[in-house]
């Protein structure tokens, strides 16, 4: 299988670090409270789960003619678990679309089928509970 892009971040200090891309073109500071200026894995999942799926969904609206259209997603990735038992702690992801014009029924087809295309949701399938809402 032909490989289609590599992307390498490294993070020193876990959640209470720094996470840059060898590139250069993401520099975060993390943490596992909250503080200003500061984001956590969490955070950086749901930018790039939302980003993943909106473009995937990219493939079924243009086979459908509906390329055009203006859509968004929202990534809502929550850390759930009973500390201090770290064996607990797992994820749990709501994606809410809105594509313009189209029902929420017909959003949620396409984001149906989409789970099914995007390379993040596939890697998750099966480990982390994913729930789909529409806007109209």
Request: charge should be negative; charged fraction near 30%.
């Amino acid at each position: 299988m032909k490989k289609i892009s590599t992307s390498t971040v490294i993070n020193t200090g876990g959640r209470e670090g720094e996470s840059k891309s060898v590139t250069g073109s993401l520099d975060v500071l993390t943490t596992g409270t909250k503080k200003e200026g500061y984001t956590n894995p969490e955070e950086l999942f749901a930018a790039g789960l939302s980003a993943c799926f909106n473009g995937a969904m990219q493939f079924p609206l243009e086979r459908d003619g509906l390329g055009d259209k203006k859509r968004e997603i929202r990534a809502e990735v929550s850390l759930l678990g009973d500390l201090p038992d770290f064996t607990t702690l797992h994820l749990e992801v709501v994606l809410i679309g809105k594509i313009e014009g189209l029902s929420k029924e017909d959003t949620l087809k396409y984001m149906e089928e989409t789970e099914n295309i995007c390379p993040y949701t596939k890697a998750i399938q099966g480990n982390v509970t994913v729930k789909f809402d529409a806007k109209d």
